[in-house]
């Protein structure tokens, strides 16, 4: 190096960074991905006999972090010294297939401790991300920690909403525990929000049904759709209300929530504020097409399958509630009946006061197509 003249050192560096670096480092990535899928189809290959294919499966899990092979390796190689990077994907992906494998992984390498500490920890919105990993596992230990959070009224709602999410949401056998602590007023104040969320989207028809009665807070006082429509509210109040009140499970408008029912961006346009007040008072009512509910059973004798449904030639799609899909065998369906109720919940409204629901009102009838600049 130090025989080379400035110039020609200048010319050599601009002409590596050009050329020789970046496709010399894809060609060494390429040749990476080439071991790694070679040797995770060997059954019987010992990792740390080959220093070379070590250094190979290293660089490689560097570059790809929550790759397509990234679980696999570390799972098939049980590397133990991988868990910072596979915990980091199940926090961050907690919602993606991909995050709740990562949570599995963890668990696998008995390395699930790092979710109980960042559980545990004064990042609050960390603790809830690792509270939802948690609800993907089944181990009692995570239990008793999410139980713990859930107890300590120090801890944010935030995170304390997140561990009842974990232990009541992904088991429906828990939720008329649930229920009857939230009777018997043994729940937390500021968890009836997060408890009235998950009971009202119950898979239980009978547990829905007393969450509505029980955290009814309108209703009774509801006044006519001809009054309410005259009533002025606060959008932004209702845009708030449209993330709490469980819309968005269903529902999407501008860049939040799910698409299960309608998308509702440009939901104004469509429909004026009566229509809106009857859609949520009385979903039934007038069923918006193409979302109509079907409850389809299949030959095989397995619960009945509830959602929405499209078809091809041969196979039939429900999506349920939540946004899961299940397709099957058009030749395996036993029969198909249309629901006459709308999978849209009747009786939303009675989550709220009468305040709220002219908010939340008034909030949908802003959404509207965007004018053409
Ligand atoms: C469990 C899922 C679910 C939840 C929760 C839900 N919806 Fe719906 N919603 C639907 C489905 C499915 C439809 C379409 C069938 C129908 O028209 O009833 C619908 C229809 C609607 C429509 C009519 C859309 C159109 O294009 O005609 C409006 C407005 C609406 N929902 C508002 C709301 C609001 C506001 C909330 C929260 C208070 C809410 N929904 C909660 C599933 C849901």
Not at 59 to 83: C, H, P, Q, V
Not at 297 to 306: E, N, S
Request: net charge negative.
């Amino acid at each position: 190096m130090r025989l080379l003249s400035l110039r020609a050192a200048t010319g050599w560096i601009c002409a590596w960074s050009i050329f020789g670096a970046p496709l010399s480092l894809q060609a060494d990535e390429a040749k990476d991905t080439l071991i790694v899928e070679t040797i995770l189809r060997l059954e019987d290959f010992d990792l740390t006999g080959s220093e070379k294919a070590q250094a190979a499966v290293g660089r490689y899990l560097e570059n790809n972090w929550g790759g397509e092979r990234y679980l696999d390796l570390i799972t098939r190689f049980d590397l133990k010294s991988e868990a910072p990077g596979v915990l980091k994907l199940a926090l961050e992906k907690t919602d993606d297939p991909v995050g709740m494998e990562a949570a599995k992984v963890l668990d696998a390498l008995g390395a699930a401790d790092l979710l109980v500490a960042t559980l545990h920890g004064k990042d609050a919105a960390a603790a809830a991300r690792a509270a939802k990993a948690m609800s993907h596992l089944e181990n009692q230990d995570l239990n008793t920690e999410l139980s713990k959070v859930l107890a300590d009224s120090s801890r944010p709602v935030m995170v304390r909403s997140a561990a009842l999410a974990a232990i009541y949401g992904s088991h429906p056998d828990r939720q008329p525990k649930l229920l009857a602590k939230v009777k018997a007023d043994e729940l937390a104040k500021d968890l009836r929000q997060a408890a009235s969320e998950l009971l009202m989207l119950s898979r239980d028809p009978k547990v829905r049904e007393e969450a509505q009665s029980l955290f009814a807070v309108g209703g009774s006082d509801l006044l006519a759709v001809t009054e309410l429509v005259k009533r002025k509210g606060d959008p932004a109040r209702g845009e708030q209300l449209f993330a709490t009140k469980t819309c968005i499970v269903c529902h999407q408008a501008g860049e939040i929530g799910i698409n299960f029912g309608p998308g509702l961006s440009e939901i104004g346009d469509k429909l004026n504020k009566e229509a809106l007040y009857k859609a949520i008072i009385e979903p039934s009512s007038a069923i918006s097409m193409g979302f109509e509910g079907w409850e389809i059973t299949l030959k095989d004798k397995t619960p009945p399958l509830l959602g929405i449904v499209t078809e091809t030639e041969e196979n039939l799609t429900v999506t349920m509630i939540g946004g899961a899909k299940r397709t099957v065998l058009k030749s395996a369906v036993a029969s198909k009946n249309k629901l006459a109720q709308s999978l849209m919940y009747p009786g939303l409204h009675r989550l709220m006061t009468t305040d709220e629901l002219v908010d939340l009102v008034d909030y949908l009838s802003t959404l509207k197509k965007k004018p053409k600049s």
